[in-house]
Antibody
Framework: EVQLVESGGGLVQPGRSLKLSCAAS????????MAWVRQAPTKGLEWVAY????????YYRDSVKGRFTISRDNAKSTLYLQMDSLRSEDTATYYC????????WGQGTLVTVSS | DVVMTQTPVSLPVSLGGQASISCRSS???????????LHWYLQKPGQSPQLLIY???NRFSGVPDRFSGSGSGTDFTLKISRVEPEDLGDYYC?????????FGSGTKLEIK
């Protein structure tokens, strides 16, 4: 059974950093492109970033480019999202998902950016 | 960015009835490889999104045949026949042909 389990969310002050993790199991992680998608409270879904199987290619939405870094450790079957210079508008539940067509999703981890 | 215009915002439906959701893109979703990367998701209350339909009309594993997708170019539709209580929630379309990938704003399916 495919499982994606996110962790690392929490309350953080504006301008600070946070690193999210997503532990994958039940499939060959290294064969899949992976992505992060977020959802602000009571809002819709927003794609954040994606990474190729080997990690050599990454893409970001403009609003997080230069602040967020997606990475992966295929030996540990784990996806990461390093989030720096956090802003209030980054407050959301962050989901990791197997990239397009986003077939499998984790349960999400809530990031709250507030002073 | 490709804008995905999803309608209606809210869709009251009777159990056993039919529902139809539209998603229109601001530019063609046909990729240079000939595929069209338009997908549909359902997010039930308090849950993560789940994939229903991928690449316009392909049902994902375990999705009942009450769900069907159609369309081409810039105009796409999700149809749900014989609506059941478990179908209630927020429906989203997603295009992954162009970067950045963009979602529709969602349609809330609720009981009439």
């Amino acid at each position: 059974e495919v499982q994606l389990v996110e962790s690392g969310g929490g309350l953080v002050q504006p301008g600070r950093s946070l690193k999210l993790s997503c532990a994958a199991s039940g499939f060959t992680f290294s064969n899949y492109y992976m992505a992060w998608v977020r959802q602000a409270p009571t809002k819709g879904l927003e794609w954040v970033a994606y990474i190729s199987t080997g990690g050599g290619s990454t893409y970001y939405r403009d609003s997080v480019k230069g602040r967020f870094t997606i990475s992966r450790d295929n030996a540990k079957s784990t996806l990461y999202l390093q989030m720096d210079s956090l802003r209030s508008e980054d407050t959301a539940t962050y989901y990791c998902t197997t990239n397009s067509p986003f077939a499998y999703w984790g349960q999400g981890t809530l990031v709250t950016v507030s002073s | 960015d490709v804008v995905m215009t999803q309608t209606p915002v809210s869709l009251p439906v009777s159990l056993g009835g039919q529902a139809s959701i539209s998603c229109r893109s601001s530019q063609s979703l046909v990729h240079s490889n000939g595929n069209t990367y338009l997908h549909w998701y359902l997010q039930k209350p308090g849950q993560s999104p789940q994939l229903l339909i991928y690449r316009v009309s392909n049902r994902f594993s375990g999705v009942p045949d009450r769900f069907s997708g159609s369309g081409s170019g810039t105009d796409f539709t999700l149809k749900i026949s014989r609506v059941e209580p478990e179908d209630l929630g927020d429906y989203y379309c997603l295009q992954s042909t162009h970067f950045p990938f963009t979602f529709g704003s969602g349609t809330k399916l609720e009981i009439k």
